[in-house]
């Protein structure tokens, strides 16, 4: 079956500090993966995406590499910032031939705290 | 001009009421699906349509009931609710053909008392 799996939160970081958040995936075919953030009291807004293998998403200092050997989506960004607090969502959608089926998979989350 | 809106954004009710929420997409896209967020945040998919057709319902009890009077119009109607009910559910809206990205409304907070 199709799963995600992230690692566990909170992560708690100083300002500037290095983040990664592991997120590894089971799928059969070859799905699309994404990160999504959500901010206190907000939906979930779509942070970057990758839609085939060695793909590399990236957007707003973040970036994530789809890693078919290794089934992973890892979430880095160099420098965060406190504006960077939010839950993490690393999901994929499953394909079947060249359609995507038109449901997203979550992870469980990974909640960030950044101090200053 | 709010992509996914949802209404209400707050809901407070009675075990045993029926309640609904509505959903408005001005994307033009496809497809549409409820999601329920529990308290430790996961989420899970209840059900999508695609042109007004049912496509998937994910073992939802049937006390959940979709509607959607037209592409762009996703209700949810919620009969007899019970204390496990609470949750935050979340409309979102996708393209067919897209890369499987869905673009999520801010949420609609359910407190079943």
């Known amino acids: 079956g199709n799963s995600v799996t992230q690692m566990e939160g909170p992560v708690t970081l100083s300002e500037e500090a290095f983040l990664t958040i592991n997120c590894t995936y089971t799928?059969?075919?070859?799905?699309?993966l994404f990160w999504y953030v959500q901010y206190p009291g907000e939906g979930l807004q779509l942070l970057l995406k990758?839609?085939?293998?060695?793909d590399k998403g990236s957007n707003k200092g973040f970036e994530a590499t789809y890693r078919k050997e290794t089934t992973s989506f890892h979430l880095e960004k160099g420098s965060v910032q406190v504006s960077d607090s939010a839950v993490y969502f690393c999901?994929?959608?499953?394909?079947?031939?060249?359609?995507?089926?038109?449901?997203?998979?979550f992870g469980q989350g990974t909640t960030l705290q950044v101090k200053p | 001009d709010t992509a996914v809106s949802q209404t209400p954004k707050y809901l407070v009710t009675q075990m045993g009421n029926d309640k609904s929420i509505k959903c408005e997409q001005n994307?033009?896209?496809?497809?549409m699906y409820w999601y329920k967020q529990d308290s430790k945040k996961f989420l899970k998919i209840m059900f999508s349509?695609?042109?007004?057709?049912?496509?998937i319902n994910e073992t939802v009890p049937n006390r959940f009931s979709p509607k959607s009077p037209d592409k762009a119009h996703l209700n949810l109607h919620i009969n007899s609710l019970e204390l496990g009910d609470s949750a935050v559910y979340f409309c979102?809206?996708?393209?067919?053909?897209?890369?499987?990205?869905?673009?999520f409304g801010e949420g609609s907070r359910l407190t079943v008392l």
């Open positions: 979102a809206s996708s393209q067919d053909g897209g890369t499987g990205e869905l673009f």
């Open positions: 799928a059969t075919g070859y799905p699309s």
């Open positions: 990758a839609t085939k293998a060695d």
């Open positions: 999901a994929l959608s499953p394909r079947w031939g060249s359609s995507n089926t038109g449901k997203l998979i």
């Open positions: 994307l033009g896209h496809d497809t």
């Open positions: 349509y695609n042109n007004k057709e049912l496509i």
